[in-house]
């Protein structure tokens, strides 16, 4: 009975601390990893793993009118199509510290 009530005590106070202290968002200052953690997964080395035509490469942003980090952050900001907006997730500066990455990378064929 002791055992129960030790268990029972322990997940309370887990969920408490849960609740009292949820974990804080760490700022990302690192933009490779900001792109990792919240791009990456459709954008992997600039690809698109939903629609292949509307990649991250140099010609699909020109071809598209993306070519600039104004209006890569747009899109990164409300989204577009298939593409969630991120406005929610991520600062203002995030948000241009990331559309800046894609652009450098693009011009650099993803390298």
């Known amino acids: 009975m ?15 601390s849960a609740i ?21 997964g459709c ?7 939903v629609r292949r035509g509307k990649n991250l490469k140099e010609k699909a942003l020109k ?3 993306i070519d600039s980090v104004e209006a890569i952050s747009q899109l990164v900001t409300n989204g ?3 593409m969630p907006a991120y406005k929610d997730r991520l600062t203002e500066q995030q948000i241009v510290d990331v559309s ?3 652009l450098e990378q693009a011009q650099k064929g993803w390298q």
Do not use: E, S
């Open 20 to 40: 009292a202290f949820p974990a804080l968002a760490v700022p990302t200052t690192d933009t490779a990893a900001l792109f990792t953690n919240n791009c990456a």
């Open 80 to 82: 577009k199509n298939a």
């Open 100 to 102: 800046t990455y894609v």
């Open 63 to 65: 071809k598209y009118g």
């Open 43 to 49: 954008h992997i080395n600039g690809g698109n793993i």
């Open 2 to 16: 002791n055992k129960l009530i030790t268990i029972l005590l322990l997940a309370i106070a887990i969920f408490c």
